[in-house]
């Protein structure tokens, strides 16, 4: 399977704890881009990263979370200090470069914190 | 960010097409016009995309209007497995920015 793929598929914490999920993207597609989910409504921006560099970043992306590319393949998304407000499906997606139109995504991470 | 407006549901019978309407008042001269669609359980799926000119591929057609205030998402033979959220996204930057979408029900 070549599309891209999140790593775990499902994730359930206590609350405050820390929690990592991991996405590999489609093999040499530079734009890798975060999103989260919540019951009913449509995938909200998190973060983007141009390679390795991480261009933008929503209000939404508060000093809990972070998100690293480092060699400009796979990427990880860390939330501290989980909070029940965090529990949500955590997408990632990539496209082969910035004017490409078409991102491809991954089937996410839901995270339950309980 | 560029605001698009869709109904909340549909419901399509299966085998017959199925329009799926978004208007987007605020579209700017560069905007393109993506629709995505989800299933449940999976990630978003890109369907098809257009600027001006109406669009067409395997899995739909886009109809655009000629002031660029509204599109179509158009399915020409709805089948069950068609069931999903469908999206009407102007890019945003370079960011796709979801609205709530459509969800479509097709029924046997």
């Known amino acids: 399977d070549t599309g891209v793929s999140q790593d775990p598929r499902h994730k359930i914490t206590k609350r405050g704890q820390n929690v990592t999920f991991r996405c590999d993207p489609i093999?040499?597609?530079?734009?890798l881009y975060w999103y989260r989910q919540t019951l009913g409504q449509g995938p909200e921006f998190l973060t983007y990263f141009q390679n390795e560099a991480q261009l933008e970043k929503s209000r939404l992306l508060s000093d809990r979370f972070s998100a690293e590319r480092p060699k400009g393949s796979f990427s990880t998304l860390e939330i501290q200090r989980t909070e029940q407000g965090d529990s949500a499906m955590y997408l990632c997606?990539?496209?082969?470069?910035?004017?490409?139109?078409?991102?491809?995504f991954g089937q996410g991470t839901r995270l339950t914190v309980v | 960010d560029a605001k698009t407006t869709q109904p909340n549901s549909m419901e399509s019978n299966e085998e017959e097409p199925v329009h799926l309407p978004c208007n987007h008042s605020t579209i700017s001269g560069t905007d393109y016009i993506h629709w995505y669609r989800q299933l449940p359980s999976q990630g978003p799926e890109y369907v098809i995309h257009?600027?001006?000119s109406n669009v067409n591929n395997r899995m739909a057609s886009l109809a655009i209007a000629e002031d660029r205030k509204s599109s179509t998402l158009i399915l020409h033979r709805a089948t069950l497995r068609d069931a999903a959220v469908y999206y009407c996204i102007l890019k945003y930057g370079n960011k796709l920015v979801f609205g709530a979408g459509t969800i479509l029900r097709v029924k046997s």
């Open positions: 093999s040499e597609h530079n734009r």
């Open positions: 997606a990539s496209s082969e470069s910035p004017g490409h139109p078409i991102a491809f």
């Open positions: 257009g600027l001006t």
